[in-house]
Structures are given as structure tokens and as C-alpha cells.
Nanobody
Framework: QVQLVESGGGLVHSGGSLRLSCQAS????????MGWLRQAPGKEREFVAA????????WYTNSVKGRFSVSRATAENTIYLQMDSLRPEDTAIYYC??????????????????WGQGTQVTVSS
């Protein structure tokens, strides 16, 4: 059974940091782009960050550039999202996703093959 399991969410004050992890299992993801999307209460799901299958090219939505950093440990089927300088507007459920193409994740296309169950990030002001 293929699974993406997120961890690392929690409650943090504005300006604080969190590091999310996504552990993939059930197959090898070394040819998949992987990334993060989020959904805040009452809002639609949005793209946050993604990284190519080889870990060489990260991509971010504008609102997190310079604050978030996505990376992956391909041999361990794991990706990370380091979140610094967190703001209350970053509060959301963060989901891990995998697709054969980074652009599919960035555009939240229908061909995203795998999703995690989400982890809650809450940033207090």
C-alpha cells in the first residue's frame, strides 16, 4: 500500500519555525516530483513548494519565497519543508503530494498521484 505520511506540524508563535517531513512508503519515489500544498480554513487548497525527482530544482509560491525551503532525501523516500519566519496566514493543513512532473504539483493538476493525510500548522500572532 502506497502511503505518504506527514509529520512535524504544530503550534508556533509568529516568527517561529517548524520543519515538516513526509515519509513515502509502498513504492520507490525516486522518479517522482514531490511537494507541499496547504489549505487554510474557509479557503481553497493552494500550492506551497515542490522539488524535482533528483532534488535539484525547488519551486515555491511567491508568498513563501525566502522563508520556506523544500528538500528531499531520495534514498529515504522523504521530503522536508523547513518553514521559518512563520506568519499567522501560514496557518493551514499542509499536505504532501507526489507526481511524475513538478508542474503537475505546482498547478495542482489532476495527475497528482499520491496524497498524504495532512498535518496541521497553526501560527499564533
Amino acid at each position: 500500500q502506497v502511503q505518504l505520511v506527514e509529520s512535524g506540524g504544530g503550534l508556533v508563535h509568529s516568527g517561529g519555525s517548524l520543519r515538516l517531513s513526509c515519509q513515502a512508503s509502498g513504492r520507490t519515489f525516486n522518479r517522482y516530483a514531490m511537494g507541499w500544498l496547504r489549505q487554510a480554513p474557509g479557503k481553497e487548497r493552494e500550492f506551497v513548494a515542490a522539488i524535482t525527482w533528483d532534488g535539484r530544482i525547488p519551486w515555491y509560491t511567491n508568498s513563501v519565497k525566502g522563508r520556506f525551503s523544500v528538500s528531499r532525501a531520495t534514498a529515504e523516500n522523504t521530503i522536508y519543508l523547513q518553514m521559518d519566519s512563520l506568519r499567522p496566514e501560514d496557518t493551514a493543513i499542509y499536505y504532501c503530494a507526489a507526481a511524475l512532473n513538478l508542474n503537475t504539483i505546482a498547478t495542482m493538476g489532476a495527475n497528482i498521484e499520491y496524497w498524504g493525510q495532512g498535518t496541521q500548522v497553526t501560527v499564533s500572532s
